[in-house]
């Protein structure tokens, strides 16, 4: 399967940059104070987003710590540096940054790779129908790094093994119960719990909540490891992956997502979703059901490439057909 670069005209890539590990050399104009936050503002044309690459980063429409509109972004995170929500907004043709608290300078840094601009958008020739199809109705798709490995990982947590609405009640809860009000202009923006009050809230406390103890106690420890989550955020995926393996609770579906949001890795893919393998058995080779390796094995003549095709294909709607009856959920607090 042959693929080439769709980069932008006169661009010179010389090769991928790891998001946090070089300066933000792309963020041009001038830096001004003004009451509501640090204002950087850029004129560069590779720095305005697309809401495609910000919208995995939010948890559904109720996630308390990310807000998503036509053309603006506020994300409240956590940092090395401390607290540092972040604003985006490109309703003028224009960038603009905000930030506040200690962890500003640290989310400014950061901002080209959240926005793709680390990213080489690819065309893919002789693909697939369906992938075609969604590659000419989202073209020049950026894969954006948040590089908040932690923050990422606890919606990801919460997610194992329930349904999507399902967890994203539970994450805002999360967020409302642990959280704290995030400094700034925006009402009801929280930030993802603290690592030291998560891992000193026992299991139990996560039962009434939704979440039983095979999910809780991997919350407890990504949060007691927050301190080598911020050096792991700044190596390779392939390092990173390596390292959150050892850790209790986290498997290839974590892993697997959170190095698509974290990291901006083409290439990740989660395995063991229960809709994934139909999606793209159903997409590529119209088999109604997949398994996870017939999933890798459709999706092989796409290495390095793979979690693009299957961000695709999900953003153009692609879904199995369905059979029988829908199953009701039981919510785990009514166990």
């Known amino acids: 399967m042959l693929q080439r670069s769709h980069g932008r005209p006169g661009a010179a890539r010389s090769g991928p940059e790891r998001p946090g590990t070089t300066p933000d050399r792309h963020v041009r104009g001038h ?14 044309a590779e720095l305005v987003p697309d809401r495609r690459t910000l919208a995995p980063l939010r948890n559904g429409r109720g996630d308390p710590t990310t807000q998503l509109g036509a053309a603006e972004f506020v994300r409240a995170t ?6 540092g929500p972040l604003h985006l907004d490109w309703r003028g043709g224009t960038l603009q940054v905000r930030t506040w608290g200690p962890g500003g300078d640290w989310l400014r840094s950061r901002v080209p790779g959240l926005v793709g601009a680390h990213d080489e958008p690819v065309v893919f020739d002789d693909a697939p129908p369906a992938l075609a199809r969604a590659q000419r109705n989202h073209p020049g ?15 990801t947590i919460l997610a194992q093994r329930i349904t999507a609405m399902e967890a ?3 994450w805002r809860r999360l967020c409302l119960e642990l959280g704290e009000p995030a400094p700034g202009p925006f009402p009801g923006v929280r930030l993802p719990p603290a690592p030291d009050r998560l891992a000193a809230t026992p299991s139990w406390w ?22 080598h989550l911020w050096r792991w955020g700044g190596s390779s995926p392939a390092e990173a992956a390596g390292k959150l393996i050892l850790l209790p609770g986290i498997g290839e579906w974590t892993i697997g997502t959170v190095l698509g949001t974290s990291f901006g890795e083409p290439d990740a893919v989660p395995v063991g979703d229960f809709h994934f393998k139909n999606v793209v058995a159903w997409s590529l080779a ?11 094995e459709l999706l092989e003549p796409f290495r390095g490439q ?6 695709l294909l999900l953003l153009d709607g692609n879904g199995a057909p369905k059979f029988g009856p829908r199953q009701r959920i039981q919510p785990m607090h009514r166990w």
Not at 78 to 83: A, M
Not at 213 to 223: D, G, N, Q, S
Not at 286 to 296: A, F, K, Q, V
């Open 206 to 227: 996560f039962h009434p909540r939704g979440v039983e103890r095979k999910r809780a106690e991997p919350l407890i420890t990504v949060a007691r490891h927050a301190d």
């Open 31 to 44: 830096v001004t104070r003004r009451g509501y936050g640090r204002l950087v503002q850029t004129t560069s």
């Open 286 to 296: 119209g088999e109604p059901r997949g398994t996870d390796e017939r999933m890798l």
């Open 168 to 170: 994203m009640r539970q």
């Open 78 to 83: 956590l940092t090395p540096d401390g607290r």
């Open 141 to 155: 798709l950026r894969i954006g790094a948040s590089g908040t490995l932690y923050h990422d990982l606890l919606p």
């Open 306 to 311: 793979r979690g693009r095709v299957l961000r």
